[in-house]
């Protein structure tokens, strides 16, 4: 199976609160997980991305979380702010160049001032 | 948007004619990649092209064409479009051994 299941649906966080977006994959050859920010209107952008030999990254108030043995990675977005009101994408790929990203179907987070 | 432009940005069309979608990058990326975006179901891979002419199937290819002539151009064909092609299409480019992908600014596609 190819799927990467992704909750919640829809978020929403108070300003300075944190938000966390779950997902779960299924197959084990993935190991390349990157998270995208859509804005209304506008084409996806990589935000942060991990491969399975680390646990967690972070780069600023955003964190991925990973835990290989329960197919599991998390975005946490600490501080969240009202500018980061947004859809966010989990995705999945193997390690090989040009294969496809395989998305989770989306998280609209709403960060209230 | 990397280097990415996507033409025309929105279209509307008759059911049962062609159409094609343009993705022009100015990277030199190797790898293009056509989307679609669908409510409820993420992004979906159409196709994809690894160089000049060399092309594959994606997740969703029934019903597109694709071609390459150049490294900056992508086009994708809808022969005959239907309304269940009514979408939000997006074009990526990536590196040469690299898996990050960047994405265009999309076309909206209706489909009538």
């Known amino acids: 199976q190819q799927q990467v299941k992704q909750s919640p649906q829809s978020l929403i966080v108070q300003k300075g609160g944190i938000s966390i977006i779950n997902c779960a994959y299924e197959n084990t050859a993935f190991d390349y997980f990157p998270w995208y920010q859509q804005f209304p209107g506008k084409g996806p952008a990589l935000l942060i991305a991990i491969r399975p030999d680390v646990s967690e990254k972070k780069e600023g108030r955003f964190t991925i979380s990973f835990n290989k043995s329960a197919k599991q990675f998390s975005l946490h977005i600490m501080d969240s702010q009202p500018g980061d009101s947004a859809t966010y994408f989990c995705a999945a790929s193997m390690d090989q160049a040009g294969t496809a990203l395989i998305f989770g179907k989306g998280t609209t987070l709403s960060v209230s001032s | 948007d990397a280097g990415i432009t996507q033409s025309p940005r929105h279209k509307v069309t008759e059911t049962g004619t062609p159409v094609t979608l343009r993705c022009h990058q100015t990277?030199?990326?190797?790898?293009m990649y056509w989307y679609r975006q669908d409510p409820g179901h993420g992004l979906r891979l159409i196709h994809y092209?690894?160089?000049?002419?060399?092309?594959d199937k994606g997740e969703v290819s029934d019903g597109y064409s694709v071609s390459r002539s150049k490294t900056e151009d992508f086009l994708l064909t809808l022969e005959s479009a239907t309304s269940s092609q009514t979408s939000v299409y997006f074009c990526a480019i990536s590196e040469f051994g690299l898996h990050e992908q960047y994405f265009g600014p999309g076309t909206r596609l209706t489909v009538t």
């Open positions: 092209s690894y160089g000049v002419k060399d092309t």
């Open positions: 990277e030199n990326h190797r790898y």
